[in-house]
């Protein structure tokens, strides 16, 4: 009896010194992400990739020794990632379209002149850049921190995800309503990988939801 309380408190221990650790180098690499210097938009994305996928890939993949599908780099609960993307991709798109028409989210939220007034300009947007930027944040946030901490403190780690989300696009200068959009997906991707633990879905229903968004915002722009 002495043997096996012992050995669960080892385990424990062991436990709490991982998610410290794995706390410490998702502070790492948000502050990094954040105030690491950059000169141009290449250099930003180029900081990003690295502090928000390689770091904790290598983290994984070396210090835990896990395999890096626990990022939800799988395709996961399909029935529950299928029937949550959709619904929650409807709800996306609800909250977006009220939030165009009752409040002052029409009036902030902007968009590059080149992106509005070129459709090409604004398909390669879309497709390389907005899509880069979905697959960082799903990863990052939903694939790492979510995933991970779901399996400590279960439907929390959506608000934990959520919740650290804010406090770090606070220091980015951007107006509430220039911000508003990711917030939403950050809720809703919470829900729809935590319910498929899959990054997959969450994925597509982001950037779609962005590219429907800013298809409607251009379209009542001219």
């Given at each position: ?54 770091v904790p ?21 399909k029935q ?69 901490f779901s ?72």
């Open positions: 009896m002495r043997y096996y309380h012992k050995k669960k408190l080892s385990t424990r221990l062991i436990e709490n010194k991982e998610i410290a650790t794995t706390s410490l180098v998702i502070v790492f690499c948000l502050l990094l992400s954040l105030f690491f210097p950059v000169q141009n938009s290449a250099q930003l994305l180029t900081r990003n990739i690295f502090f928000l996928i390689i890939i290598l983290y994984y993949k070396f210090i835990l020794k896990k395999n890096i599908s626990t990022f939800g780099l799988t395709l996961g609960n529950a990632g299928i029937f949550w993307g959709i619904l929650l991709f409807l709800a996306t798109l609800l909250t977006f379209f009220m939030l165009y028409t009752y409040t002052d989210f029409r009036k902030n939220y902007l968009l590059s002149s080149y992106v509005v007034h070129n459709f090409w300009i604004f398909l390669l947007y879309e497709l390389i850049l907005a899509n880069l930027f979905v697959f960082i944040q799903e990863f990052f946030w939903r694939g790492f921190i979510l995933l991970y399996k400590k403190i279960g439907l929390l780690s959506i608000f934990l995800q959520f919740f650290l989300f804010v406090l770090i696009l606070i220091p980015t200068g951007n107006s509430f309503w220039q911000m508003t959009p990711t917030l939403v997906i950050s809720l809703f991707s919470g829900i729809i990988v935590y319910k498929s633990r899959s990054i997959f879905y969450s994925w597509i229903v982001a950037l779609f939801s962005l590219v429907i968004l800013d298809s409607f915002i251009i379209y009542h722009l001219k």
